[in-house]
């Protein structure tokens, strides 16, 4: 009897492991990648054929934007206690992008939906080796066919 339950259940280990491994990398785009990323990994799963992660980078700082030349005072210290926050904010996210390294290895295909500042070169060479020897895909959803434009060669050609 135990032998009948292996051999019925086998079918459905089979089909877990069949399954694609994807990781969706996104965090940055000049679209709203925190509305489409889980509009996608639903999708994907949704199919049955595919088991999904998100790798999200670090979310970039901007500088506050300065005041008018014509300006008070109060509005330029206001543009100094802003300007101090950023740089220190800055800091962080130059750490934290630092580390940023997804074990892409780990997956069939690399879905990008990012679009921003450039990744650590290991995380960039990661992704290539991994592509160039036929060992995982890329697929590049919509503005992040841009992402590194110029920065990246390997990923202009891509």
Known sequence: ???????LL???ALQADDKIRVLIVDGQNNHSWQQTTPHM????????????????????????????????DAAKQKYA???AKF????QEYKA???????????YQVVLSNYNGDSWPEVTNHALDSLLSDGKIGLVIV???????TGKW??????
């Open 41 to 72: 990994k639903k999708w994907l799963e949704a199919c049955g054929r595919f088991t999904v992660e998100v790798a999200t980078a670090p979310p970039a700082v901007r500088p506050p934007a300065k005041p008018k030349p014509d300006a008070d």
């Open 96 to 106: 934290a992008m630092a580390k940023f390294a997804p074990d892409f290895a780990k």
């Open 153 to 158: 060669k390997e990923f202009d050609q891509m």
């Open 87 to 90: 740089k220190a904010a800055e």
């Open 81 to 83: 206690a802003e300007l």
């Open 10 to 12: 086998l079918p459905a």
């Open 142 to 148: 919509h503005a992040a066919n841009n992402s590194f």
């Open 1 to 7: 009897m135990s032998r009948l339950l292996a051999l």
